[in-house]
C-alpha cells in the first residue's frame, strides 16, 4: 500500500532521487525508500490544479461537504495500518495517534458541515433602488469565491492533524481550493497513506484529478518551486520561524504576491496572579508540569513562559513544579533534528549567567529522548536579553520573577506575539487581570483562564493565530471553521440577469441560505 | 482656517520645509504655505496614536459610531470653503465634489451604522460541554478587535472620498484604530479643512488625541517612514502601482511584516457581446464615452478597454464611439504630473505600429486639459504586446477586435487581476457570457451587466477590490461596509470568568447582538 511514489492527480511517478523515513526511536530506516519529488513534479501538479481550479470552486456546497466526509472515512479506512505507520516514523505513542486521528476526522467532518451550512458565502444583497435620487442604485450582490490552487506543507509534530489532510488542507478544499502538498519528510509513510485516502475520495466523488497532489520530498528547493509556482494562490504552512519567514519572502518576491498562512512559533506565556499562586501553587504547578512535558512539548501552544511575582508563593510553584519535573520520564522526540535544536538550546540557558536552573525531568536513553528543563530569571534580565524570550521547541520554560504587577505588564509588554496567553487566577486576581487584558489582547490569539494552552478545540469560536511572528498573518487561524476564510474573496455581481447569478445569489435563493439583504441579517428568504 | 500645519494629536505645527499647494487650470501656488512633515513627525504621530489604540478600541461600538457621525457633520460645517478650496486645487467641478462630498459624508455614516449592528464583531460562542468523553470541551469565545494603527495614503483623484476623511480612513475608525493620514500633496488645503474636522469630532467625542493625525508632505520618504513605524499595523492606500508595490515591499521587509491595502491600478474590460452589438452598438457606444471621459477618466473603474468580435457591428461602435468621442471637450486633469503621464501613454499608442487610432476629443487649452482617444488592434497584437494591457490614467481606451469567443477568452486569461469587468448583453448573449463567467470571477472583484463600470456605490455588498495587481489583496474591498474586515482580526476567549469577558461576548448579551451560538447563526439571545 505504501510505494514510496509521488501522487499527482492520479497518477502514481516515481524520480531519480529518493529518501528514507527514520524510526526516530533507533535511527533506522523504515522500507520503502521515497522517491522526492522535484521542480518538475511541481509544475505538473500545478498545472493539474489549475486545470481543476474553476470546476471544482463551482462545486456545490453538498457536493463538497461529501467529498470531506468521503476523506474523513478513506482515512478511518486504512485501519491500523496507518496508526503503525505512524508510531514507526515518528515516536508518537498510539493513544497519542488515535486521538489525532478521531481529532483529524472530525475536523474534516466539521468542515463538511460547515460548508453546507454557507454562512462562509457571505451571501450578501443590496437591492435595486430606481427611484433613488439623485441617481438609482443598481442591483449589487456578493458572496465569496475560492481563491484558487492552495500550497499546503505539513508540520512533523502532527503527522495527521496538521499533515496531509489536516487543518489548511480541510480549510482549503472546503473553500473550493485544488490542494498541492509538500509531504513532511519525517512520515512519508504516513503522507502517502492519507494522499491515497484523498486521491480515492477525489476518485469516489467524480472530481478533477487536480484536485488533490502530493509531492514528498526533503529539500527546501521543493517547497520554493512550490511557493514560486504561477498557478498557486495561498500558501499554509506549520513549522519552524525560519521556514515560515522563507516562504514569506518567496511569496512577496513573485511577480504575483500571495498571502502566506504560516503558523511558526510561539512560547505562550501563563500569568500566575498573586491570589491563585497563594490559594493553589501546588495545584498549577502539578497543572503545569503536565502542559510543559505533554508529547515531549512539541506543541506549538507548550507553555514556554511564567510570570509571576517574586515572594514566597512563587517559591512554593518553583518547589513544586522543580519536583514533579524530576519525575517526568524523558520524551521521545520526533526527530534527531527536532531533537538537537533542543537539547543546544536548553544548553544555552544551562550557560546562560543570569538563570537559574531549578530542574530536570529524569535522563533520557539513546534515540532523541528528551529531558524536561525549568529554568527562572529575574524580569529585569529577562527584558535586557531577548534571546530568553525565544522558543526552544520542546518541553523547557522559564520563570521569570517580576517585582510588582507593573513589571509583569512591562514583561508581556516586551514579548513578541503569540498564539495564546494563559490567566492563573482566583476572584480576588479579576480586576488586576483585567488591567492586563487589553495588552494581552494585542498580543495574542487566544487568552485562557485556569487551564493550559496545550489542547487546541476544533470549533467555531477558536482562534489558533496571533500576531507576528506567532503567525504570518495575525488575521487568521489555522484551526477552527474560520480557517476556511483565508481562502476565499468577495466578488460583486451588478445587475446581472438571473440566469447568470451564482446559485448563493439567484433571486429565488434555492440553497435556502441564510442571507444578508438591505442590511437586514440571517435572511433566508428570496431576494 | 487652513493655516498650512502639520496636524499631530491636537497640536498645530509647522516645520522648517514647506511646499506649495497648486491650481493646475493656472498652474500657480494658493496660498498658504504648507508645512511639509518629516520623520520626526511620523515618530510623534505614531507614539500618540499607539498611546491611543487600547483606549480607542475599547470604546463601545455607540461611541465610535458617534464619532463617525460627528465627522461627517463637522465636515458639512465647513461649508461653502470646503467645496471652493478642493475646486481651486483640483480643477474638478463644484456638482462632482458636492457629489463627492455627499458619498464622503454618506459612507461614514454607513458605516456608524455598521458599527452599531455589531455584525462585525463576529461574536462567536462554543459553549461548555463538560461531559464530552474523552474530555470536557471548554466554553469558548471569539470576537474581532483593532489591528491597531493605521497609515492612510490619501489619493489624488478623490479629494474627499478617498482621501483624508475617505473609505480608508472611516473603516479603519470604525474597526477602532487610530489613524495617521499622510496628506497627499496635490490638495494640501482641503486636506487640513478635513482633518481639522475630523480633530474637532475627537475633541467633541472626548477621544484620545492620538485618535488621528495629518501629515502633509510631497516625499516619498514621509511616506516611508510612516510604512516603516514599528507602530503602524496596516496600511490603506489608493493610487499608482508604483506607489504601491513601493508601499508593499516596505511593509513586507519590516522586522514585523503589516498588512498593505493597496488600490493601483485597473483597466475595466467591457465585454461587447454579439447580440448586443448587433442590436444597440450606438447606444452602448454613447454610454461607453460618457464613461470614458467622466472626470476627465480619472477613475480607477475607467473603461480602459474594450473586447468584442470583429466585423461590420464592431465597426458601427467604433464608428458611434469615434463621433462622440469628437464632440467631448477636454477634460481638466487632477496635476500637472499625471496630465503628462497621460500624454505620455497617448503618445506611445500613437506610435505603436499595431494600434490604429479610432478617435481623439477636442483640443485642449493650456493647465493640464487633456483629449480624450480611442484606438483600436487586433486580438493577436494585444495579446502579443502585453504593454498594451497596462493602465493609461485618462480618458484613453483600446479595441480589441477579436476572431471568435474563443479568442475573446484568450484576451480575458491574459488579463491581470482587475477592479472590474463589464459585459454588454442581450438575452441570447447568456450562453456565452455564463461560460466566460468562471474566468471572469477570477479576474475581477465587481462584474456588471449593461452598466459602467464608473461610479461605485457604497454599499454592503460593493466589491471595490480585485485581483493582483488591482489591488495588493483581493481577499479585500476598499469601498463598503466590508472594508471594515481589513482592520481588525480574531481573539478567542477560553473559560474566561464572565466579569472578565468582553461585553460582545458577555452569557448576558449586553449589547444584544446577533450572535454565533453553538452553529447556530442569529441568536440574539443570552449564552
Same mark, same amino acid.
Given at each position: 500500500m505504501i510505494t514510496g511514489s509521488i501522487l499527482i492527480g492520479s497518477s502514481d511517478i516515481e524520480s531519480d532521487e529518493h529518501f528514507d523515513a527514520v524510526d526516530p526511536a533507533i535511527g533506522e530506516a523504515i522500507a520503502p525508500r521515497f522517491s522526492a519529488a522535484d521542480a518538475g513534479h511541481v509544475e505538473q501538479a500545478c498545472v493539474l490544479a489549475d486545470a481543476a481550479a474553476a470546476t471544482f470552486a463551482a462545486t456545490q456546497p453538498e457536493t463538497r461537504a461529501m467529498f470531506l466526509e468521503e476523506i474523513a472515512d478513506a482515512i478511518l479506512g486504512i485501519g491500523d495500518a496507518l496508526m503503525v505507520r505512524a508510531m514507526a516514523e515518528t515516536g508518537l505513542p498510539r493513544a497519542r495517534l488515535e486521538g489525532e486521528r478521531g481529532r483529524t476526522v472530525g475536523q474534516l467532518r466539521m468542515f463538511a458541515e460547515h460548508v453546507r451550512g454557507g454562512d462562509w458565502l457571505h451571501a450578501t444583497i443590496d437591492s435595486a433602488l430606481p427611484d433613488r435620487a439623485p441617481s438609482a442604485r443598481p442591483d449589487l450582490r456578493r458572496r465569496h469565491v475560492a481563491l484558487g490552487p492552495v500550497a499546503v506543507f505539513g508540520a512533523s509534530n502532527f503527522p495527521l492533524a496538521f499533515s496531509v489532510a489536516g487543518g489548511d488542507t480541510a480549510s482549503a478544499l472546503a473553500a473550493g481550493c485544488p490542494v498541492v502538498v509538500k509531504g513532511h519528510p519525517a512520515h512519508p509513510g504516513t503522507g502517502e497513506l492519507v494522499a491515497r485516502a484523498i486521491r480515492s475520495a477525489v476518485q469516489a466523488c467524480g472530481l478533477h484529478e487536480g484536485v488533490f497532489s502530493y509531492l514528498p520530498g526533503p529539500s527546501n528547493a521543493l517547497g520554493g518551486a512550490l511557493v514560486a509556482d504561477p498557478r498557486i494562490k495561498a500558501v499554509g504552512f506549520t513549522g519552524s520561524r525560519a521556514g515560515g519567514l522563507a516562504l514569506m519572502q518567496l511569496a512577496a518576491a513573485r511577480p504575483e504576491p500571495i498571502p502566506v498562512y504560516a503558523e511558526m512559533s510561539s512560547i505562550n506565556p501563563i500569568l500566575l496572579f498573586p491570589a491563585a499562586l497563594r490559594n493553589r501553587?501546588?495545584?498549577?504547578?502539578?497543572?503545569? $508540569?503536565?502542559?510543559?512535558?505533554?508529547?515531549?512539548?512539541?506543541?506549538?501552544?507548550?507553555?514556554?513562559?511564567? #510570570?509571576?511575582?517574586?515572594?514566597? %508563593?512563587?517559591?512554593? =510553584?518553583?518547589?513544586?513544579?522543580?519536583?514533579?519535573?524530576?519525575?517526568?520520564?524523558?520524551?521521545?522526540?520526533?526527530?534527531?533534528?527536532?531533537?538537537?535544536?533542543? +537539547?543546544?538550546?536548553?544548553?544555552?540557558?544551562?550557560? &546562560?549567567?543570569? $538563570?537559574?536552573?531549578?530542574?530536570?525531568?529524569?535522563?533520557?536513553? %539513546?534515540? *532523541?529522548?528528551?529531558?524536561?528543563?525549568?529554568?527562572?530569571?529575574?524580569?529585569?534580565? =529577562?527584558?535586557?536579553?531577548?534571546?530568553?524570550? &525565544?522558543?526552544?521547541?520542546?518541553?523547557?520554560?522559564?520563570? @521569570?520573577? *517580576?517585582?510588582?504587577?507593573?513589571?509583569?505588564?512591562? @514583561?508581556?509588554?516586551?514579548?513578541?506575539?503569540?498564539?495564546?496567553?494563559?490567566?492563573?487566577?482566583?476572584?480576588?486576581?479579576?480586576?488586576?487581570?483585567? +488591567?492586563?487584558?487589553?495588552?494581552? +489582547?494585542?498580543?495574542?490569539?487566544? #487568552?485562557?483562564?485556569?487551564?493550559?494552552?496545550?489542547? $487546541?478545540?476544533? *470549533?467555531?469560536?477558536?482562534? &489558533?493565530?496571533?500576531?507576528?511572528?506567532?503567525?504570518? %498573518?495575525?488575521?487568521?487561524?489555522?484551526?477552527?471553521?474560520?480557517?476556511?476564510?483565508?481562502?476565499?474573496?468577495? @466578488?460583486?455581481?451588478?445587475?446581472?440577469?438571473?440566469?447568470?447569478?451564482?446559485?448563493?445569489?439567484?433571486?429565488?435563493?434555492?440553497?435556502?441560505?441564510?442571507?444578508?439583504?438591505d442590511g437586514q441579517n440571517g435572511v433566508r428568504s428570496a431576494a
Open positions: 501553587a501546588e495545584t498549577i504547578a502539578t497543572g503545569f $508540569v503536565g502542559s510543559l512535558t505533554m508529547g515531549a512539548g512539541q506543541f506549538c501552544t507548550n507553555p514556554g513562559l511564567l #510570570i509571576a511575582l517574586a515572594g514566597p %508563593d512563587l517559591d512554593r =510553584f518553583a518547589t513544586a513544579a522543580g519536583a514533579a519535573l524530576q519525575a517526568t520520564a524523558p520524551g521521545q522526540m520526533l526527530t534527531a533534528a527536532i531533537h538537537g535544536n533542543y +537539547e543546544a538550546g536548553v544548553e544555552a540557558l544551562l550557560g &546562560h549567567n543570569a $538563570v537559574q536552573l531549578i530542574a530536570r525531568g529524569a535522563t533520557g536513553q %539513546d534515540g *532523541c529522548q528528551a529531558r524536561a528543563a525549568l529554568f527562572a530569571t529575574d524580569a529585569d534580565n =529577562f527584558v535586557a536579553d531577548s534571546a530568553l524570550g &525565544h522558543e526552544v521547541f520542546g518541553s523547557s520554560s522559564i520563570i @521569570v520573577r *517580576c517585582r510588582d504587577l507593573t513589571q509583569v505588564a512591562e @514583561v508581556v509588554a516586551g514579548l513578541e506575539g503569540q498564539l495564546t496567553a494563559t490567566l492563573q487566577i482566583d476572584a480576588e486576581d479579576e480586576p488586576a487581570a483585567a +488591567e492586563l487584558l487589553p495588552l494581552l +489582547e494585542r498580543k495574542a490569539g487566544r #487568552i485562557l483562564a485556569n487551564g493550559w494552552p496545550t489542547g $487546541v478545540e476544533v *470549533c467555531h469560536a477558536m482562534v &489558533h493565530g496571533g500576531p507576528y511572528p506567532a503567525t504570518s %498573518d495575525g488575521r487568521t487561524t489555522s484551526v477552527g471553521t474560520l480557517a476556511i476564510e483565508r481562502f476565499l474573496r468577495p @466578488v460583486c455581481y451588478q445587475n446581472l440577469p438571473a440566469g447568470l447569478l451564482p446559485a448563493a445569489l439567484k433571486p429565488d435563493n434555492p440553497w435556502s441560505l441564510g442571507r444578508f439583504v
